[in-house]
């Protein structure tokens, strides 16, 4: 019988290539390969933050001793033109009051309840602040990522407390009205008098400028940027006793003096 035919290999030249487009074809010893894809980009790590999370505080100037009070936080978005994604409120609240940081003396300041808007309770995350050395130490913020995954460390006396609310909204445009966040308090019984506490608060946006996770290339957005509280828009309480208001009873607000006009005063206590 005749031998019967055997395949034949054949071998297929990129002719007029140049030796480097040969290496990227994976044209190697007259064999043909797939392409290797090239590697992606690194980041940019000068991404610019856009939207502008801007927060203040209204607090009441005074609040009784071992009573409940509230306070709001308006956040908005300053920026011109972008919008933000993710918005969330950070406030830092002195539970340890003035007597210092947390196991020095019994804690006797302003601690958090709750907070709501439009009426609607809104997510709370509570982190109290740790004993790492020195009375301070820090925690890792609940939603706030660094460029490497990390989450975000914030720092502060040790048992004071960071409070982070989530904002119920996916994106803050620029011509979004301001959201007011009523947030509720206890001032504790033990209060010092006369003796100012303050209520601290930064705004961020935890998707930056997308709505995507995406914290490697497009960063969180931390309005101030510092983590310690330093430099927060922040408002002060002061802790009393009592109050005593005296009023005049007179007509016209006003009169004469002499024994020949004896007027009346009210005191409130």
Sequence with gaps: ????????????????????????????????????????????????????PSVSLSAPATVFLGQGFTFTVTFDNTSATDTGYGPFVDLIFPVNGA???????????????????????????????????????????????????????????????????????????????????????????????????????RGGFRFGNTPLDDWCCDPVILLPTSNDGSGWPNDTVTPVLLTIDKAYSGPENETASGPNFPRQYTITV
């Design 1 to 52: 019988m005749p031998p019967r035919n055997r395949p034949r290999s054949r071998t297929f030249l990129a002719r007029g290539l140049p030796p480097i487009a040969l290496a990227a074809l994976g044209v190697a010893s007259g064999q043909v390969g797939p392409a290797v894809a090239a590697p992606p980009p690194a980041p940019d790590p000068s991404n610019p933050f856009d939207g502008v």
């Design 99 to 201: 007597d210092g940081a947390a196991g020095t003396d019994t804690p006797d300041g302003i601690d958090f309840t709750g907070a709501t808007y439009l009426g609607a309770a809104i997510t709370a995350v509570e982190r109290t602040f740790p004993d790492a050395g020195a009375g301070t130490g820090c925690v890792s913020h609940p939603y706030a990522r660094d460029t490497t995954g990390a989450f975000v460390q914030v720092c502060g006396t040790a048992g004071d407390k960071l409070v982070v609310l989530q904002l119920p909204f996916g994106s803050f445009t620029p011509t979004q009205p301001a959201a007011v966040v009523t947030v509720g308090a206890t001032m504790s019984g033990l209060a010092d008098g006369g003796t100012p506490l303050t209520l601290r608060a």
